[in-house]
């Protein structure tokens, strides 16, 4: 891979041509066109470590976000500076490095853009739902036989519902449903885009134990296909001779600003909640093996030898604080070494995982989400609140799948019900929906006749043919009516949801 194809400034759309007086690059374009768009601003009501949290202080995914994007963007200047000083990479000068700081910026800010209300466990509910569901629910297909959606459905579709994830929400968002100008999205950079996409690979090739990081999860849903495939070829993270895509380097860079941000975030948070104090800290410290002389270890202790000698209020919420300011910057040097150190292998798609494992700052990173885990999600006030989202999303899944099964079909439901509960779903998401089954019906069709012609189909062989295209396009709308449900809910906020629920359930 070389950095002159990975920072392409490609788009779904071609962009208007740059007016003499805009002296913004295109990178520049794609972060104001995120800070101003609704599903950012959104954020700010989404859960990051505690749900419906009424402390200000406390980080919602919109300030989790933001700190991304400070540590993403610090990240793209350290290595930028090293690789040009150090003449690793001629073909990378200033130019590239200011590149790669203002789209490891913006793509910090939408990294969550796809992620449900009340975070992972969000996401986790709505895989179990349709799981459970996909075999159980009746539609009819177009011969008017009851069928399960899982009969109608084909096996990516329901991969995609039953592994479903934000990370691939995050590209559908962006690239579909921010419905301003068309069907295009807000029309970020394929750069951008690139580095978003953690997983690239679809819901069937998930594979968590080939060793490889880039096969945890999917990465896209099938409805992105098209564009996945533009925006890989495009960047040049796409091997034609080995037909092998490979992580977008920045993506490494992105994960790691995640990882720093939220590990550190959420014991600060816990901190001030009383979840986690100092004691807690230097004893799990101690037990992980970081014991006197070792740098983080001496740190705790020291900052609250300062604390005590300066007279300070509760000293050990001093040091514990201060501490975990002063990680992040150790943890930040030893990323830009891990990705120094495994630059060749990072160029050529061969570095398998994440940038800061077998290093102490992975270590740390690990200790610190084990005491997250431990103190602050296994509390009893947290699963309360989790239980409670989980009976929402459920609920509204619910509801909302089966009003639009036998939407747009010759079986349409006009139950007053369903219809009422489709009046409710984004009209965004509705037209996104029209928009997109309408190409596909016209794409396949176009398909279907040039096949007849081309093999000069007749009589059973030409029905059989016509029978098998309008069932695969019968298919995939179902399958993107079932999308709109998800893209509803993905886009609710924690409060909306709640809101929401206690209005239909007549509570409120």
């Not at 995914?61 to 700190?67: D, K, V």
């Not at 799981?131 to 459905?153: V, W, Y």
């Not at 940038?355 to 997250?372: C, D, G, W």
């Amino acid at each position: 891979m070389n950095w002159k194809q990975l920072l392409s400034i490609d788009t779904k759309r071609a962009r208007s041509r740059i007016k003499a007086s805009d002296i913004r690059s295109d990178f520049d374009k794609d972060y104001h066109r995120i800070i101003s768009s609704p599903s950012f601003r959104r954020l700010q009501d989404k859960t990051q470590a505690f749900p419906l949290e009424e402390n200000d202080f406390v980080r919602t995914r919109l300030t989790h976000s933001l700190e991304v994007s400070s540590f993403g963007k610090s990240l793209g200047q350290y290595l930028g500076k090293k690789i040009i000083e150090d003449k690793i990479d001629k073909d990378f000068g200033y130019e590239e490095l200011e590149a790669i700081c203002t789209i490891l910026a913006s793509a910090s800010l939408i990294h969550d853009i796809g992620n449900p209300p009340f975070g992972h466990f969000g996401e986790d509910t709505i895989r179990v739902w349709f799981k459970d569901n996909l075999s159980k629910l009746i539609i009819k297909d177009l011969n008017g036989e009851e069928k399960k959606l899982s009969e109608i459905l084909n096996e990516q579709m329901i991969s995609d519902f039953t592994n479903f994830e934000g990370n691939a929400q995050a590209i559908r968002v962006v690239s579909k449903l921010h419905f301003i100008v068309d069907e295009y999205g807000m029309n970020l950079t394929y750069a951008l885009l690139n580095t978003l996409i953690k997983y690239p690979v679809s819901s069937l090739n998930i594979d968590k134990n080939s060793g490889n990081i880039k096969d945890k999860k999917m990465g896209y849903f099938l409805a992105e296909e098209d564009i996945f495939w533009d925006i890989v070829k495009s960047t040049g993270t796409y091997d034609v001779e080995t037909n092998k895509v490979f992580r977008h380097p920045l993506t490494f860079l992105l994960e790691a600003a995640d990882d720093i941000a939220y590990a550190t975030a959420d014991i600060e948070d816990g901190l001030k909640k009383g979840f986690i104090n100092y004691y807690n800290l230097l004893n799990e410290l101690n037990m992980a093996g970081f014991t006197e002389g070792n740098l983080y270890y001496d740190r705790l202790l020291k900052y609250r030898v300062d604390a005590v000698k300066n007279n300070y209020n509760k000293p050990d919420s001093y040091a514990a604080s201060r501490w975990i300011i002063s990680i992040q910057g150790l943890i930040i040097r030893d990323t830009i070494k891990r990705f120094i150190d495994n630059y060749d292998n990072i160029m050529n798609g061969r570095f398998k995982n994440e940038l800061l494992s077998e290093t102490e700052a992975s270590n740390v990173l690990k200790l610190l989400k084990e005491i997250a885990r431990k103190y602050i999600f296994e509390s009893k006030n947290n699963n309360k609140m989790e239980l409670g989202s989980n009976t929402m999303i459920q609920f509204l899944l619910d509801k909302f799948v089966k009003s639009v099964i036998n939407y747009d079909t010759p079986y349409e439901n006009d139950s007053l019900i369903d219809k009422k509960f489709r009046i409710l779903l984004s009209d965004n998401q509705k037209q996104t929906y029209r928009i997109y089954s309408k190409k596909y019906e016209t794409k396949m069709l176009n398909e279907l006749n040039e096949k007849i012609k081309l093999e000069q189909l007749e009589g059973k062989q030409k029905d059989s043919l016509e029978n098998e295209y309008k069932n695969k396009i019968y298919s995939y709308k179902l399958y993107l009516r079932l999308l709109i449900v998800t893209d509803y809910i993905s886009g609710m906020t924690d409060t909306y949801m709640k809101s929401t629920y206690q209005e239909l359930m007549g509570i409120k």
